[in-house]
């Protein structure tokens, strides 16, 4: 070392200015006065301070050992430490059951798998480690591994030999030399597995809590297949409503098809996320199923309605919100169904409160289905065109629609996003004048 305090220089510069604490360090000199022992085990983040002269071959060896060791099980300490707070962070959006969530949380037990195994940090390079699988008929999907694939001829040997010992029931645990296989189960049908090859034999205790973690992953897997379920007769149910809606007035079909991609679209430009916008797009489509409750010689009247049969139509809304109270999970587009004819500044129907009260999504619909049906032929109008629907959107912004939702609509407009969708307005509309004059 250069000077006296050399050595100590380069604990701080390990310790401080690369942040690595992990690496173990022992100070070895043959100056003892210079640097007081009890000083710098007091001041400075070393494993051991020795003397030259005590530092026989011996010593030296039980020295690496014993800092080797430690390191090993500080290393072991930080990968669960890692997966714990994968898993932590994945678990409030757990119950929504986004891939992205299911993914992390997976990867997070994995992490403490790795650390309960001793798995090398990179071995996965070279070798496959673990992973954690689901079985889905004849299809296999790997949800989290401990790296990137590298071998894939013996990732899928891997994979067939799990997915057939989990299927025949054997559930051999160690299904290759040092492999063990842990299978997930709902109920007693095998959905997938676990398989990690750890450096080192695992005592009853570790295996036990193996199955502990594969017993969550597997909870995990249940909770999804029951999200999917709900979440497929919640979009049945949607489609039944808006079915119903469509065949009263065969107008405004494709109508709702579009104020769902529409509404989806603007929600994302305003930064919901995609899976959210999902959910906004398909309560959208209930935003007219209060038309089941109007009579047919006003809802296809051609000429302009009377104001008794006015009041007839506004009271519409009434009667969707009170079809969609029946179910909790309809809630949204109850919402949308009662309030999406209200006013940003008040004025609007059935309640005139100002619809700033009301939830975004319904806020977004007042835009889109305003200018959807300006641009739409009905027995009642003429389509306008598209700058004037345009205009009037715009001089609508802060007193009948949110300006915020308005920017975000417009923005979507002018970058061609729309595009599509105004075609399809088109279409109808040339369908529509098709139908009148007859073949």
Same mark, same amino acid.
């Given at each position: ?63 690496? !050992?014993?800092? *080797?060791?430690?390191?090993?099980? *500080? ?52 070798? %496959? ?13 790997? %949800? ?9 001829? !013996?990732?899928? /040997? ?14 051999? /645990? ?26 080192? =034999? ?67 430009? *305003? ?39 006015? /009041? ?17 999970? *309809? ?27 009301? %939830?975004?999504? =319904? !806020? ?13 032929? !009905? ?61």
């Amino acid at each position: 070392m250069e000077t006296d305090d050399a050595g100590l220089k380069l604990v701080e510069y390990i310790r401080d200015e690369l942040g690595n604490r992990m690496i173990r360090l022992i100070i070895r000199t043959g100056q003892p006065g210079a640097a007081p022992e009890r000083y710098v085990i007091d001041n400075f983040d070393i494993d051991d301070y020795k003397d030259k002269t005590e530092l026989t071959a011996t010593r030296l060896y039980t020295t690496v !050992r014993s800092a *080797l060791k430690a390191y090993r099980d *500080l290393k072991t300490i930080d990968l669960n430490r890692l997966g714990l707070a994968r898993v932590l962070d994945a678990a409030p959006d757990l119950y929504r059951i986004s891939h992205a969530a299911l993914n992390q949380f997976f990867e997070g037990v994995l992490t403490q798998i790795v650390g309960l195994c001793n798995l090398a940090e990179m071995s996965f390079i070279a070798t %496959l480690d673990g992973m954690i699988a689901t079985i889905d008929g004849q299809e296999i999907n790997v %949800l989290a591994t401990t790296g990137p694939v590298k071998d894939r001829q !013996r990732l899928d /040997e891997i994979l067939k030999l799990c997915a057939e010992a989990v299927k025949d029931g054997s559930l051999l /645990e160690k299904i290759r030399q040092n492999g063990i296989l842990i299978p997930l189960r709902t109920g007693v049908q095998p959905i997938g597995f676990v398989y990690v090859e750890p450096t080192r =034999t695992l005592d009853d205790a570790d295996l036990d809590l193996l199955r502990v973690m594969a017993q969550q992953c597997s909870n995990a897997l249940e909770n999804q297949r029951l999200h999917l379920n709900l979440q497929e007769a919640y979009g049945s149910a949607i489609d039944m409503l808006s079915e119903i809606a469509e065949f009263k007035d065969k107008s405004t079909g494709r109508h709702i098809q579009r104020i769902d991609r529409y509404t989806r679209l603007v929600a994302i430009e *305003l930064g919901v996320s995609p899976d959210e916008a999902a959910l906004y797009g398909m309560a959208s489509r209930l935003n007219d199923v209060s038309k089941i409750g109007i009579p047919d010689e006003i809802l296809r009247k051609p000429g302009k309605l009377t104001p008794e049969e006015t /009041e007839i139509m506004k009271a519409h809304v009434t009667v969707g919100a009170r079809i969609l109270s029946h179910s909790k999970a *309809l809630l949204m587009a109850r919402e949308v169904a009662l309030s999406h004819h209200e006013c940003w500044a008040g004025g609007g129907y059935p309640t005139g409160q100002p619809s700033r009260e009301s %939830l975004l999504l =319904t !806020r977004i619909v007042s835009v889109v289905d305003v200018f959807d049906a300006l641009l739409s032929r !009905r027995p009642y109008k003429m389509p306008w065109s598209l700058d004037n629907a345009v205009s009037t959107i715009e001089q609508g912004a802060g007193t009948q629609f949110d300006p915020t939702v308005v920017a975000a609509f417009l923005n979507l407009l002018r970058r061609g996003d729309l595009d599509s969708l105004l075609e399809s307005v088109r279409h109808d509309n040339d369908e529509f004048l098709g139908e009148i004059q007859g073949p």
